[in-house]
């Protein structure tokens, strides 16, 4: 594995002039953070915590007021830093006026690429976002998950070895939601480091293997996900088709047991969305079918 | 393929200036601006006012040198309207693009990818030059042809009307020389690259105005009264300084002098009045003029870097 860090990010402060204070507002505070290739690191924190000012110093948008970034070990001013990463913003917006083709021709080009390589290259991110049929219309006709999608191809037009995020399912519907989930996960298989921030935890936790938690510009909890959010001193046994007979023998067993306590017996649930997709793929199948037979 | 994509987009160097990826930015912006109806509009609204002064010219004939007269009025109002539009154009466009980029984030998109903010400025402003230049282009194509056409038939028309009054050969040569000095010439052409030169001033100035204006319409506002300032800075300079007399200092005639870049002396420009009355413009004065402009354009796109570079989104 490449020893260099994808990202570095050391003591960074950045402080905004305030117009009716005399002091001024420290946005991010001392932050320092690592992310090694190929991880998947997610920032999480309430609105206005300094994630996204983390993510525009780290794009060079905003200097620091102190302390330094770096991306793959060139630091984040320099244009430099930018060719290999790829940056999607929360509710991004694009020239209304370009197709969905025309949008990524315009970014693939800024990035150097041309001819053979940079058809290839629309034709196989439209397909991968799902947006073959729309690469010809206008994107002031896209829906917000279409938006998305086609922020997601941008960014990863010129193949690059970093990725950040920035709400990427924020006002997406559940199926648009997980379609980005997948890509993430397909981004991590593939080696690329992702760097994501929400405030939607659960996506966090489904995609992510590092998290820090930022807070009032702080970074007050940084690690790996597991180390995170496993109960050191609890265990979780799933049964499937247990008796009462069986259920009741497992508890007398804990009972028996040193220093063991029983704590809790239920039926795992699912989430909503769970259910949500599970229900919009089986009415999808039944249409399908349908159509099917009466053709 | 991957490999494929990082060896060609490794093997491009960011450095400041990278041609091909300011003629992406500008080609974008151009396409941007076709896209955007209202300069169709503008377009449209041009060529009717060429159409209209061509219909007003057969009430003006009063006088023995009424043809010539015809075609001045012909030349005037056509170039007014060009000179109005370029700047519009160039001021309007210039100052939508980059708080329109900000404001639909769009900019960040951009500017996260490997492109220097210089290229990103050039890049729109040669964007908003193509577009003044191709829409004066095609107001030229229009007037070259109405004003070719207009002459030929006025030189007939007084050909007859001195055939029929019984001038000689000698006299009907003269006014033939007279009529055609009025009509399409390169000195008039020269006169319509002024009018670009003047644009382009402007177009570079409304870009450093809004690198640090925080709204379109102070960025309009501001460039325009520099653009009427720019007319008047050459008289009061040197009404100031003959006012003073013999006392001005060194440090004042360079502080005076150092005004003049702020404000460009755009009575420079008054080769387009020359044009229009019919007058030669010698090919020195004009590229001294085009010189003139890419300093000035250059001054302008350099402070607007220098303000750009440190901006934080």
């Given at each position: ?295 | ?105 769009t900019l960040y998109t951009i500017l996260s990818k490997p492109v220097p903010r210089f290229d990103y400025l050039l890049g729109k402003l040669i964007g908003v030059l193509l577009l003044v230049g191709s829409s004066l282009l095609l107001m030229d194509i229009l007037l070259s042809f109405i004003l070719h056409s207009r002459t030929d038939a006025l030189i007939t028309a007084e050909m ?154």
């Amino acid at each position: 594995m490449e020893d260099t860090p994808a990202v570095q990010i050391n003591h960074l402060i950045k402080e905004f002039a305030s117009p009716f204070r005399k002091s001024k507002v420290k946005a991010v505070d001392d932050v320092s953070l690592k992310i090694m290739p190929g991880e998947v690191y997610g920032l999480i924190g309430p609105n206005g915590s300094g994630k996204s000012t983390t993510m525009k110093a780290l794009l060079g948008l905003l200097a620091p007021t102190s302390g330094s970034c770096y991306v793959f070990g060139k630091n984040s001013l320099k244009t430099d830093s930018r060719q290999e990463i790829g940056f999607l913003p929360e509710n991004p917006y694009f020239y209304k006026h370009l197709s969905g083709e025309e949008t990524l021709k315009f970014y693939a080009r800024l990035c150097g690429l041309r001819g053979k390589l940079l058809k290839t290259r629309i034709d196989e991110m439209l397909e991968m976002v799902s947006l073959e049929d729309a690469r010809k219309r206008r994107i002031g006709g896209y829906s917000k998950g279409m938006l998305q999608r086609i922020g997601l191809a941008q960014a990863l037009i010129h193949e690059p070895r970093l990725v950040i995020l920035d709400e990427p399912t924020a006002g997406v519907d559940p199926v648009g939601s997980r379609q980005i989930r997948d890509l993430i996960v397909s981004l991590k298989k593939r080696g690329v480091t992702v760097f994501l921030c929400s405030h939607l935890l659960e996506q966090v936790q489904e995609v992510c293997d590092h998290v820090g938690i930022i807070f009032k510009g702080k970074l007050v909890k940084e690690g790996s996900l597991e180390d995170l959010i496993s109960i050191e001193d609890q265990t979780e046994i799933v049964v499937r088709n247990a008796s009462d007979r069986t259920l009741a023998r497992i508890r007398a067993v804990i009972a028996d047991s040193e220093n063991a306590e029983f704590l809790h017996m239920g039926k795992p649930r699912t989430t909503l969305e769970r259910l949500f997709l599970e229900e919009a793929r089986l009415s999808d199948a039944a249409g399908n079918k349908k159509g099917d037979k009466d053709a | 393929m991957q490999q494929e994509i990082r060896k060609e987009t490794k093997m491009r160097k960011n450095g400041i200036f990278s041609p091909s990826r300011i003629l992406v930015i500008a080609s974008h912006t151009f396409t941007q601006l076709v896209r955007m109806k209202v300069f169709y509009f503008l377009a449209v609204f041009a060529m009717l006012m060429l159409v209209a002064s061509y219909f007003e010219m057969p009430w003006s004939r009063t006088t023995e040198d009424s043809a010539e007269q015809e075609l001045i009025i012909l030349k005037s109002t056509a170039m007014g309207a060009m000179a109005m539009f370029s700047v519009l154009f160039a001021i309007a466009a210039t100052a939508l693009l980059i708080p329109k980029d900000l404001e639909d984030r769009t900019l960040y998109t951009i500017l996260s990818k490997p492109v220097p903010r210089f290229d990103y400025l050039l890049g729109k402003l040669i964007g908003v030059l193509l577009l003044v230049g191709s829409s004066l282009l095609l107001m030229d194509i229009l007037l070259s042809f109405i004003l070719h056409s207009r002459t030929d038939a006025l030189i007939t028309a007084e050909m007859e009307r001195g055939a029929a009054r019984g001038w000689q050969q000698e006299y009907l040569d003269l006014r033939k020389e007279e009529i055609s000095q009025q009509g399409l010439t390169w000195d008039l052409q020269a006169g319509i690259g002024a009018i670009f030169f003047k644009a382009m001033i402007m177009a570079s100035i409304a870009l450093l105005i809004s690198t640090f204006s925080s709204s379109t319409l102070f960025t309009i506002v501001i460039a325009v009264v520099i653009y009427f300032i720019g007319h008047f800075t050459a008289d009061a300079r040197n009404y100031w300084l003959q006012n003073q007399g013999a006392g001005v200092s060194t440090q004042v005639k360079l502080l005076s002098q150092g005004a003049s870049l702020i404000f460009p002396d755009f009575q420079l420009y008054n080769i387009i009045d020359a044009a229009i009355e019919g007058k030669k413009i010698a090919a020195n004065i004009f590229q001294r003029l085009a010189l003139l402009t890419f300093f000035y354009t250059g001054i302008y796109s350099v402070l607007a870097w220098f303000t750009f570079r440190k901006k934080e989104f």
